[in-house]
């Protein structure tokens, strides 16, 4: 699967305008990922770990925080962005994508940061990740939708998936910065990592004032003048032009032929192939969770630590460099979970005060080989496809409730994760201590995954939103959904005419 970066021909107005808005809202996404990346270094930093420290003491006799606050600290950030992602659709319908994504930065993000860099004690802390985590909730869900709403059909994919690319980039560049200061004797050490994210905000705050509003949503709005203005300055052609007006008048009848069914609610998102759409999204959203994705960047650093490896960071530094760079290419292929789990049981012990042995050092060399290939694996598939697929496939009317509710799923499962990992993975009273054997659980998990994507992921590619919604109507089973063609526009709906309008209509009333 290559990246479709040649337009098509015959293909009218100019395409990098729409190219260049769309990575740049991905940008959004940098904010995303350093901040979920921050945290698995600042939990291993020498001098975080004393300054937070309420007197709990480590198998190796330091100073630290119990899993249980550990627990707290890294998955509140998870409880935050569940409660932003389902304020999102709101948001999204009353003030718009565009300034929604401004307040939601700005504001709320940013209060988030000025309480976790201010904060010497755990209480504040962790109510600076929670405010940071709704912000975080909040831009997941617009980012998606604000550039599923204006990327042409024929590079949508490439630009939704530019969001997950900008996500890696914000890991990688949480790990270096986590590198630099880890060895700070002072609260530089973690304040620096944390304080730079205001740099990121300013960036995506700045842009965005710059920015129109999404076409659909002022159609949406009623607002047919300001929607030909923003959508000819994105293809860069006159308010007049044919394929202007021609995209206008779909996406207007789409939404026209919508609206005739009746207003929508929440409700509507549960009712006929809405629900199918729906248990498909939140079913992507967990599974590309349950890979164990995000137990490798919110704990990577200590897990290399615990379990016997030197330069923890580096490594950590190293997998986020994986993960970046495989982001680009596109496979759909899971399985190095069970031999990161084999090569980490066999090849370690603990003594009676959970302290590792490492017993084949060269072995635990190549269970991070494995956990690269991993990265890599997801990194190139269900990490960009996940957010292409749920900002296709839902319809205008219900597109921003349906989103924030398959975000809002990815982030339970995150939270959940987060939640549970140091309970599942650490040594002590009360903790399963499965350290490296936890990748068999995220090893089965994969190959749930393939069987999900095999039956229940349809075939958008080329597609126009309007088409997807149409091909939804008309195909029930997803492995035929490949090589499907409209055969029918909702203009021709709206006007009464056009091949196959009854058999269209009975299908989408159905």
Request: aromatic share 12%; proline share 4%.
């Amino acid at each position: 699967m290559g990246l479709m970066l040649k337009k098509p021909e015959g293909t009218p107005g100019k395409s990098w305008p729409s190219i260049i808005i769309g990575l740049f809202v991905a940008f959004g996404g940098v904010l995303f990922g350093y901040d979920t990346g921050t945290i698995g270094g600042i939990l291993a930093m020498p001098y975080w770990q004393k300054e937070f420290s309420t007197g709990y003491i480590d198998s190796a006799g330091h100073r630290n925080v119990s899993a249980a606050q550990s627990a707290t600290i890294v998955s509140i950030l998870s409880a935050g962005t569940f409660f932003g992602a389902l304020a999102a659709a709101p948001m999204a319908d009353i003030i718009g994508r565009r300034l929604g994504l401004i307040v939601s930065t700005a504001f709320v993000f940013n209060l988030g940061v000025i309480l976790q860099t201010a904060a010497t004690e755990i209480p504040m802390f962790v109510s600076g990740r929670f405010f940071a985590g709704f912000g975080v909730g909040l831009i997941s869900a617009l980012i998606p939708l604000y550039q599923s709403e204006t990327a042409p059909k024929w590079i949508r994919g490439v630009i939704v998936g530019s969001y997950q690319l900008a996500i890696t980039i914000g890991l990688l560049l949480a790990s270096i910065v986590n590198n630099a200061t880890q060895n700070h004797d002072n609260t530089g050490s973690y304040r620096i990592p944390i304080a730079i994210q205001f740099a990121w905000s300013i960036v995506l705050v700045g842009g965005m004032m710059l920015l129109p509003d999404t076409p659909r949503y002022m159609i949406k709005k009623g607002n047919l003048q300001a929607a030909t203005k923003a959508l000819a300055k994105i293809r860069r052609l006159p308010e007049s032009d044919p394929a202007i007006i021609e995209e206008l008048a779909e996406i207007q009848a789409n939404h026209d032929y919508e609206l005739s069914l009746g207003e929508s609610s929440y409700l509507d998102c549960f009712k006929g192939n809405l629900l199918k759409r729906l248990l498909t999204g939140c079913a992507l959203q967990a599974l590309q969770q349950l890979t164990g994705i995000n137990f490798i960047f919110y704990y990577g650093t200590q897990f290399f630590k615990n379990s016997g490896l030197t330069n923890s960071f580096i490594i950590s530094l190293i997998t986020n460099c994986v993960n970046t760079a495989s982001t680009f290419p596109g496979f759909m292929l899971l399985k190095n979970g069970f031999i990161v789990a084999i090569l980490g049981t066999t090849t370690t012990g603990q003594d009676a005060a959970g302290n590792i042995i490492v017993h084949n050092a060269p072995a635990q060399k190549a269970a991070i080989a494995f956990i690269c290939f991993y990265i890599f694996f997801f990194a190139s598939s269900w990490g960009p496809i996940a957010w292409v697929v749920t900002g296709e496939i839902f319809p205008l009317k219900v597109r921003a409730k349906s989103l924030s509710m398959t975000t809002a799923t990815n982030w339970l499962l995150n939270w959940a994760i987060a939640y549970a990992t140091p309970y599942l993975v650490n040594y002590g009273a009360g903790n399963a201590n499965l350290q490296s054997k936890i990748f068999f659980i995220w090893g089965g998990c994969c190959l749930i995954c393939i069987a999900f994507v095999y039956f229940m992921i349809y075939e958008t590619k080329g597609l126009t939103l309007e088409q997807v919604d149409e091909l939804y109507a008309e195909v029930s089973d997803a492995r035929q959904s490949v090589g499907w063609v409209p055969s029918v526009t909702f203009r021709e709906i709206r006007g009464g005419k056009g091949q196959g309008q009854e058999e269209h209509e009975s299908a989408v009333e159905a």
